[in-house]
């Protein structure tokens, strides 16, 4: 993880040189919110998933950089004061409190624009066909069938009850998405054909939601100062949680059980496939 937390970083850093140009000040919000912090636990996905396919590397890595690219402009606009109104995000100030709601604005519009850009390139895949799917899988799960539609469902949750059926539906679209895309693009890169990624897709499924869960635990038991951010404030906004649909202790068994499903979808791979078992199991274990 801090491997590819350093290479991604590296690639930002390249990426988003600032130009000597009235752009400045929003390339410089792109670079604080890009780069350093976060657990980078999506480009590490893809990364994992390629190398059960034997992927050249700076492939995987530029497909990974797309993955966080896009990710990071979530964050910067989940954070807005329309939004969840955050002013902290892994350890320091968020984009519109460093820069301005205009800029931060700017700054997710334009990594949301680069994340599609990496995909599209020829450089990240020599094969058109490859990169088009790359494109259509992260377009979906970016949209309203994915992030957007889960990040519109826990707007309404601030007004309205839902069940563990529903709360379930805004993860897995909210959070799951995302995460299931990594693994999918990460099989795409390796030309796995659809009815090969059944396994990967079962794993990526299962640990979305087992991630969830536990940030609904840390939420609750976490430290802020680790967090890089606050804390308990979908409690404080009367949100329903699987926490506080399923308690405690139902919660830390139900992700473990998660965890040891996703990891079950993975009984076709040998060592090969250690890494994304080690990723499931730091979903519950981390304190962060």
Known sequence: MAGVAAAIDKQFDLILTVPDDARAQLYETMRHSAIGGGKRLRPLLVMATA??????????????????????????????????DDEMRRGKPTAHKAFGEAQAVLAGDALHALAFELLADEKTHRDPFVRAEMVACLAKAAGSSGMAGGQMMDLVAETTTF???????????????????CVEIGAILGRVALDGRTGLRGYAHDLGLAFQIADDILDVEGDEALAGKALQKDEAAGKQTFLSLMGLE?????????????????????EEANLLRAIAEFTVQRDR
């Open 51 to 84: 190398r059960l396919f034997n992927v050249e590397e700076n492939c995987a890595l530029r497909a990974a950089t797309a993955l966080e690219a896009l990710h990071v402009y979530s964050l910067i606009h989940d954070d807005l004061p329309c939004m969840d």
């Open 250 to 270: 139902r919660a830390k068994d139900q992700a473990q059980m998660l965890v040891d499903q996703a990891k079950s979808h993975l009984k076709g791979y040998g």
């Open 163 to 181: 069940d563990l059926q529903t709360v379930t539906r805004l993860q897995q679209l909210k959070t799951g998405a995302l995460i299931s895309a």
